[in-house]
């Protein structure tokens, strides 16, 4: 092996190692391993069965929704906190990391407070037939919401760093500003928009605190996997709740691989030959 | 295509960046912007693409005011100073890049027979499919340059071309660029901060101090007959001494400097270390070597003055010198000015 500069490999890499052992690694093989104690029949009914099935349906399809928001609203926001000068330009950005220090449950009871029938949001989305607590287009904003922050954080460095020459020299080749945005500025900031977006996908698949005061929890209609997994729990029954969690979990690994190959496409760029 | 600048001024913020400049450069013609960091140079250059606007004054592409064309319709082809190629492009993309984004709609046999006629006349054949973090420095300002004309520019700017790269490279290109100029005969716009750069390169020279031109000529005239002591001093090394006129005569030293034209009283001389030599008799300032300095040309010699003054000069190779000898620098050739 050849000699390293830097000193303390061995001693870094064994407490890096024992640490993700214990902290990541232990939780979810004593997952695993409770949801293999059930034969694959128990398991596959519980994980199929209609309650179940509606949960993840309701989950991920709101995780879906709030991702995209979130996509479009995370990157305009990176965009305007970068480009533009403003006063308060430090306190909205500020701003940006607060669904990351609030604690999701105060998160969602403000939330439900602001989006109920008789709340400031609600009432006035009531007059145009619009529902918003107790739906899942409450579990979207909650999602949305506890969210936010993974885009911005990982759009707002990369738009920092670009270059304001590569815009230049797209315009004095007589880009328009449609196709500068297309061809150049979207393609750069593509591996950063995947990784906040996984991010914020994985997030909200596994949202709870924020959601659970305003979806209403109604079973097959509002009530999410994690929630389903709660309850199992409280009904002592573990292996049930370790098999439905077991599904969020294959979710959300099945994720970050699709997203790492997606990432590694978008920046072959940098590889060198 | 003939470009004139005519009165331009451009003020950042509260800093006047170009007073009031007028310039002509004609169809075809290689003109180097030169000056120090500030003097307004890029400023000027940026003006001419539309990557800023002037403040007042008119910028006319032949008959036609160009001044409040925008960027992406004054056809111009620019190259920036660290490239700004499109590192998610291969060097195809980048160079198709104006071509695929025109208004003239091109189909893709055509955009790419350009760009394999591209790559010949820039010497990047094969490389076609590599990206910009694959190739070295000169080459992807080779494909910058390709790049710029591939939209069949009215006019070339250059910034800074080739201020990123290693000497060898640096002087490579240059004779490159100005075969490639030869070759397609574009009006061509150039900004350094390296005199050598601008009068190996350019058919005319324009000198920039403060947002001002101060000079403009072609190299031969800049050279031989720098119109102020900021010329003087910024095209190459100088030695100043302060003397005083008498009847149209400098003394310096024992040395008779003649000062046709200047008024009994204080100037500054102005001399290249290659305009004196050493001897040990003869007249001139009387002086002590300090230092001998080897170059491959030749030998400088780093001298002090009897009043304490350090001058520079430049000696054959085959000069026997050494430090602490005494011995007298004479003058052969000496430049004027009047006293800042």
Redesign the interface.
């Known amino acids: 092996m050849a000699r390293r500069i830097l000193p303390g490999f061995p001693l870094a890499l064994g407490i890096t190692l024992v640490y993700v052992s214990i902290i990541v690694a232990l939780p979810l093989g004593a997952l695993v391993f409770k949801a293999a104690s059930l034969g694959f029949e128990d398991y596959w009914r519980i994980v199929s069965s209609p309650r179940a099935v509606a949960s993840y349906r309701v989950t991920a399809l709101s995780a879906l929704a709030a991702t995209a928001f979130n996509l479009v609203f995370g990157m305009a926001l990176a965009w305007v906190l970068v480009r533009y000068r403003f006063p308060g330009r430090r306190f909205v950005d500020a701003l940006v990391d607060l669904p990351f220090a609030l604690p999701t449950a105060v998160a969602g009871i403000a939330l439900t407070t602001l989006f109920a029938e008789n709340g400031w949001f609600g009432s006035v989305l009531a007059q145009a037939g619009i529902k918003v607590a107790y739906t899942p287009l409450g579990i979207m904003v909650a999602m949305a919401f506890t969210s936010l922050p993974f885009i911005v954080r990982t759009v707002q460095p990369v738009l920092e760093d670009l270059?304001p020459?590569?815009e230049?020299?797209?315009?004095?080749?007589?880009?328009?500003d449609h196709?500068?945005f297309l061809?150049?500025i979207l393609?750069?900031l593509t591996p950063a928009l995947l990784a906040g977006l996984s991010l914020s996908f994985a997030r909200s698949l596994g949202e709870f605190g924020a959601i659970i005061f305003i979806a209403g929890n109604q079973p097959m209609e509002t009530e999410i996997t994690a929630l389903l997994a709660f309850i199992r729990l409280e009904e002592y029954d573990y292996q049930a709740a370790a098999a439905i969690a077991s599904v969020l979990l294959i979710a959300a690994f099945l994720m970050l691989a699709v997203t790492n190959i997606l990432q590694a496409r978008?920046l072959?760029?940098?590889?060198?030959? | 295509m003939k470009i004139r600048l005519d009165n331009v001024v451009k003020t950042f913020e509260t800093f006047r960046a170009v007073h009031g400049v007028s310039l002509e450069i004609e169809s075809g013609e290689l003109v180097a912007l030169l000056g120090p960091s500030g003097s307004g140079k890029t400023t000027i250059l940026r003006m001419v693409a539309g990557l800023e606007y002037a403040d007042a004054g008119h910028i006319y592409f032949g008959a036609e005011d160009a001044t409040d064309i925008p960027v992406r319709d004054r056809g111009v082809g620019f190259v920036f100073q660290h490239y700004a190629l499109f590192p998610h492009m291969t060097v195809a993309e980048n160079i198709a890049f104006g071509m695929k984004v025109s208004k003239v709609r091109r189909d893709k046999g055509a955009i790419d027979t350009r760009v394999a006629e591209l790559l010949r006349l820039v010497q990047l054949d094969g490389l076609g499919e590599r990206f910009p973090g694959q190739i070295s420095g000169g080459q992807r300002q080779r494909v910058a340059l390709a790049r710029a004309l591939a939209v069949d520019p009215k006019v070339l700017l250059l910034d800074e071309p080739f201020g990123a790269l290693d000497a060898n490279v640096r002087r490579d290109l240059r004779r490159w660029l100005r075969e490639i100029h030869q070759e397609l005969g574009i009006t061509t716009l150039f900004v350094t901060h390296d005199q050598e750069e601008a009068l190996d390169l350019a058919d005319r020279v324009v000198i920039l101090d403060k947002g001002r031109i101060v000079q403009q000529g072609t190299p031969e005239e800049v050279c031989r007959n720098p119109a102020s002591a900021f010329v003087m001093n910024f095209l190459g090394d100088t030695n100043r001494f302060s003397a005083a006129v008498s009847g149209g005569v400098a003394r310096l030293g024992d040395a008779r400097i003649p000062a046709p034209g200047f008024a009994d009283g204080p100037v500054d001389i102005f001399l290249r270390p290659s305009d004196l030599g050493w001897s040990q008799s003869g007249e001139g300032i009387a002086a002590t070597v300090a230092r001998v300095i080897d170059r491959p040309a030749g030998r400088r010699i780093l001298a002090l003055t009897a009043t304490g003054e350090a001058v520079e000069l430049d000696v054959a190779p085959e000069t026997v010198v050494s430090a602490q000898q005494k011995g007298v620098i004479t003058i052969e050739r000496a430049k004027v000015y009047a006293t800042a």
């Open positions: 270059d020459a590569l230049e020299a797209a315009q004095t080749l007589g880009g328009s196709s500068i061809r150049v393609p750069l978008a072959r760029y940098t590889a060198r030959g």
